[in-house]
């Protein structure tokens, strides 16, 4: 079993940082992808940015440059640093880890809350 528990969400005005954290834990032999998703109002849930076991970052064309996407692998951690915020990044954040090998599975966080308001 795999447990993911995100943190640092929250309320920030147009123009501000936040930086999201996703601490995993249980029973892991080996964590290859950390992503991180989010859910808007009213829309599908989309990719935001991803970092493989190697350090290699993808991430969602609009945002490359505003997100910053890291990983502490001796924590199990991965983070989302969020700059120049814009209301229309206001979501559910979602951490997403894919563990393995030798096996392989496919585990969600909770969801954290990032509304950007004046």
């Known amino acids: 079993q795999v447990q993911l528990v995100e943190s640092g969400g929250g309320l920030v005005q147009p123009g501000g940082s936040l930086r999201l954290s996703c601490a995993a834990s249980g029973s892991i032999e080996s964590i290859n992808a950390m992503s991180w998703y989010r859910q808007g109002p009213g829309k599908q849930r989309e990719l935001v940015a991803t970092i493989t076991s190697g350090g290699k970052t993808v991430y969602a064309g609009s945002l490359q440059g505003r997100f910053t996407i890291s990983r502490e692998n001796a924590k199990r951690t991965v983070y989302l640093q969020m700059n120049s915020l814009k209301p229309e990044d206001t979501a559910v954040y979602y951490c997403?880890?894919?563990?393995?090998?030798?096996?392989?599975?496919?585990?969600w966080g909770q969801g954290t809350q990032v509304t950007v308001s004046s």
């Open positions: 997403n880890v894919i563990t393995g090998p030798p096996r392989v599975g496919n585990f």
